[in-house]
């Protein structure tokens, strides 16, 4: 473990092996830093926070402050960062609020670029990229491998299903269906997200019944959950049941129609 003479540890932290805290770092009495956990210079880490083993964090990012939120009343809330994240400079992480369960998470193996904000008890998954200046307000869902593109905005209790992309300058009012590609300031599903499946290795059955279901979401009889419940007894595909299975679950914001 190195600890630069500069960095001020508050008495209850936790620090694991192997750890390295650079200068002019806080590291507040309530933090827990999991082994081989890196913060360079300037880092501020405070609250009910825990980080897991081979992070690192870069410079005037500030993890664990309390929410942006004028009902929050400082009860006592937490945030959780997984294992080897990368946290790029002046990111922001709050804790959770009372209200919407206490806790914001952050998976494993994410990237998140600098100056970009995940707010008070969002949950986001494993591998997910935000990239530069994007927001994630409070309560929004982000399942694993996600990418959200720069300048984004993901509005308050969005789910973005597992494998869906964002592009650039995109604000994301409703949830977007997993494996989908969401395009335009006021972000329309204009189809899938084909590169980030190939690169997963998904195979190419089903990628044709993805489309076909795509398909028939965007030009099928009835509302898009009439034809979500069509498909779920029509398919084999287990990536055709995930994207129905989303479609049909609990949302507060409702869901981007294919366009």
Request: with cysteine.
């Amino acid at each position: 473990m190195g600890v630069h003479p500069s960095a001020v540890i508050e008495e209850g932290a936790v620090i694991g092996d192997g750890c390295t805290i650079g200068p002019f770092c806080i590291v507040g009495a309530d933090v827990v830093l999991g082994a081989d956990v890196t913060l360079k210079s300037h880092v501020v880490v405070t609250g009910d926070t825990v980080i897991g083993e081979g992070t690192t964090v870069f410079s005037f990012a500030v993890l664990g402050e309390i929410p942006q939120d004028l009902k929050f009343g400082g009860e006592k809330t937490s945030l959780r960062i997984g294992a080897r994240n990368r946290i790029r400079e002046h990111v922001t992480v709050n804790t959770g609020t009372a209200a919407g369960g206490g806790v914001t998470v952050i998976g494993d193996d994410c990237l998140l670029m600098a100056g970009c904000h995940v707010a008070h008890d969002a949950q986001v998954g494993n591998r997910v990229i935000v990239v530069n200046s994007s927001a994630v307000a409070g309560h929004c869902v982000i399942e694993d491998d996600v990418i959200i593109g720069g300048l984004c905005g993901i509005h308050q209790f969005v789910r973005i299903g597992q494998g869906a992309i964002i592009g650039a300058l995109s604000m994301v009012t409703s949830d977007v269906v997993p494996h989908g590609l969401v395009m335009g300031q006021r972000g329309e599903l204009e189809g899938l997200n084909l590169v980030g499946l190939k690169r997963r290795g998904v195979p190419r059955t089903d990628i044709t019944a993805l489309r076909a279901a795509f398909m028939t979401l965007k030009e099928g009889d009835g509302t898009i959950h009439d034809r979500a419940e069509r498909l779920s007894a029509e398919t084999d595909s287990d990536y055709v049941r995930q994207m129905v299975s989303f479609i049909l679950g609990e949302s507060d914001r409702g869901l981007l129609s294919p366009r």
